[in-house]
Each structure stands twice: as structure tokens, then as C-alpha cells.
């Protein structure tokens, strides 16, 4: 005959519904709950624009790279990683509901099918009874499980903590990634404008010998020059032209490493696209900075501090979680389970509910959980040390910073000086030479001594530029751009 399961006596369904619906309430109000009550925000990042403008200034180019650099990009992933861990530890506040059903197919021996027993009515009497096995059977079944921990030592507000700081120190993150990209770039874009400055000067002198060789030929053909002096104008334009030659070679390295920084495919600006120049140093950038304040602001604003301080209080919220390992905890749960054999069609008295209460206490874990603690502590003092190490850095990044500030606005004075001395004894000598109060050697001189001091002047302008670029990197104002 076939074996039925019923029902305990006295017990019903019903409590269990109850305890059912109240878990899927619960699970339905927590996933509605929208996600930036869960810790969570939305990133949003400068766009840029579609193709590169035909004059490319500064601050395009650091709209492009923010948009366009893949390893900025790949910063912005571990953001969003670190946002679903968010709301992975959210997940422990909620109950955990689990249905399952199942099939259970035996098939017995023939020998269990067929035999008996041998049962004794008394002495000398006996008789064989059978009874009667199935020689196959299916058993279905269905099950509804809720469990939900009301409390486990303040683990999960530990792990919570611990998910949020890593969220905000991974955002951090990116933000460092953003201030040493956009460092980058424009150091980058100020080395490629260097270069551009330098093809105006050979562009120049090279004009300046050559109109001068013009004027040397005239006069050989009148009679009133000699060869020399054509040749030597030559040379000097060939000489132009070469310090032409090498600064349009730089100027095109620059342009790539640029559009590098800057994502664009193949490495390119493209052939149409020129750089804004140089411009002239203001006001502003030749006031010299502080070094108090321009610390205390790197100390409260530098992301990759901002960085350390977060992680230190990841791992102290990792070690509150690993101490939560020695509490008990508290959970209630439920059950709903049926059983049908022979066919999948339940009805309610194959259904057996249950509710309880659960406390766990720990006891032994072979030392894990001590261990555990133990790491966790290690990498909080872990984390402390390296927050120490990133405040020094950051403050001798400053220092530095401010040191090459001051030192180039210095230069960009003296230099601005020395360069309208030189061109004013450059025109001084020209018109000499051409009353022929002043030797062709004279003149060559002070061209050459034109064209070095404008080189150095373009290049204290252009250190000054980077010297402030590297300052907002070292306290972070490079982000406010």
C-alpha cells in the first residue's frame, strides 16, 4: 500500500502564510527603496565634445581627456563596482526567502518488493506474512523558507560602514586619477605650445638672415659688399631653418603624446588642428603663493589623502566586523514544507509549517575568528601608516611646488628684462651695420644672442605656466579648473 505523509495534529498553515507574506512584504519594500537611500549616488563626469576644434585651447583638451581616457574610465568602473557592494551589504538587513521543489524517484530491490516476515503466535505455530511493497515510488515536494537575523553583533552595520568608505575612497580614487590626468595634460599642452614658440622664433630669424642676404646681394652686385658677407647670411638661414626643422619635430612629438593623454584614436589631433599659443603671464600668476595656506588647503582637498582617510576608517568599520564574529546572534525563520508521493498535485494537508527562533552562539572556530580580528587590526594600523606616508608626500609635493613658483616668476622678470635689452642692441647693431659703423660678426652676435634670449624667455614663460600647473596638482585646486 502506499504511505501517505500527514500533517502533525493540531498544527495549520496559516501562521505560516502569515510569516511568508510578511517576508515578501519586507523584501518588496526593501528592493523599492530607490538607490540613493541605500548610500548610493550617480556619477556624472564634464562632456566633452564631439571632435577636436580647429584651435585647441587648454581647457578642451582637459574635457576631452576626462571623457575619453580609458584609464579614467577604468577608474570610473571600480566606482560603480564599489557602489554595488554597497548594496550587497544593504542585502543583510533584508529576510531571506528561498522556495524549492523536488522529485524523488526510488526503485526497490526485487527482494524488498517480494518478502515478508516471519512473525511467531506462539510456540510451535508460526506464519509468514506479507506485506506488500511497491516496487517503485515518487515522492513530491515543495518547500517555502524564510529566515530573517534581527541580530549578529553589528556585523552588518560594521560591513555596511565598511562598504561605504570603500565607495567614497574609491570615488577618491578616480578623483586622483582625474588630478594626475589632468596634470598630464596640461603639461603636456604647455610642452607642445614650447615648442610652437619656437617655430615662431626660428620662423623669425630665419626671416631676419634672410632678408639680411637679400641686402648682402644687392650690395655684392653694386659693388659695395663682398661674398663673404652673402655667405655668411646663407649659413645663418640654414641655420634658421634647421632650429625650424627641430622645433616642428617637437611640436609634432608633443601633439601626440597629447592626443595619447587625451584618448583620441590612432594618437592623433588630427592635421587641421592647431594649439592655442602661449599667452603672456598675468598678474595673478606672478603674485608668489603661500605655503601655509597652500598646505593646509593639500592636507583638507588632495584626493588621494582623502583616499587614505577613507580606507583607515574602512579598516577600523573591517575590525568592528571581525569583532562582531564573537557575538551570537539572533534570527527568526519559517517554514512551509510539503510531501505528495505519487503525483505533484499538493493540496493543504500534505503541507507541514513551522516558525521558531534561532540564537547562535559561537563557541570554537578553530582560532579563525581570532584570527580574522587579529588581520583586521594589522590592516588598520596597515592603513594608518600609509595615510601618514601620503600627508608627508603631499606636504613635500607642496613645498616643492611653491619653491618652482617663486623660482620662476623670478626668472620670467629677469628674463622679460634681458629680452628687451637684447632686441634693442639687436636693432642698435643692425642699423650700424647698415651706416657700416658695426662688423658683419657684430651683427651675426647679436642676432644669435636675440634668438637665444627669446628662447629663454619662452621658456621661463612656459615654466612659470607649469610651475602653477604642478602647485594646483599638489593641493588638488586642479580639479576646480
Known sequence: MHLRKKP??????????????AAVLAVLVFLSVPPRAHGESPTTGPTAPDTV??????QTAQQIALQQNPSLSAAAERVEQAQQRIRRAWAGYAPRLEAAAGLTHTEYPENTAAGGTLSGTGIGTSSLSSIASPAREEIYSATLAATWTLFDGFRREFSLAAARFDRNRTEAALQEARRLLLAAVSSSFH??????????????????????LEDARAREKAGAGSLSDVLNFQVQVNLARARKIEAERDYRVALSGLAALMGLPEGSLGSGVRLAPLQEASETMLHPPKVDQQLAYALEHRPDVKAGRMALLGARANVGAARARFYPSLSVFGNLEGNRYGNAHLEEDDFASSVGMRVTVPIFSGGEDLASYREARHAEREAHH??????????????????????AQEQLRLQRRNAQLVLQTRDLVEKEYAEGQASLVRLTQAQRDLVQAQSQLAQARHNLEDAWVQLDAATGRILER
Open 191 to 212: 610642452g607642445a605650445q614650447l615648442a610652437l614658440e619656437n617655430v615662431a622664433i626660428a620662423e623669425a630669424d630665419e626671416a631676419f638672415n634672410q632678408r639680411q
Open 53 to 58: 576644434p580647429a584651435v585647441l585651447d587648454l
Open 8 to 21: 502533525p495534529q493540531g498544527t495549520a498553515i496559516g501562521p505560516m502564510r502569515a510569516v511568508a507574506s
Open 386 to 407: 600609509t595615510l601618514r606616508n601620503l600627508m608627508t608626500e603631499a606636504a613635500s609635493q607642496v613645498r616643492s611646488a611653491v619653491a618652482r613658483v617663486l623660482a
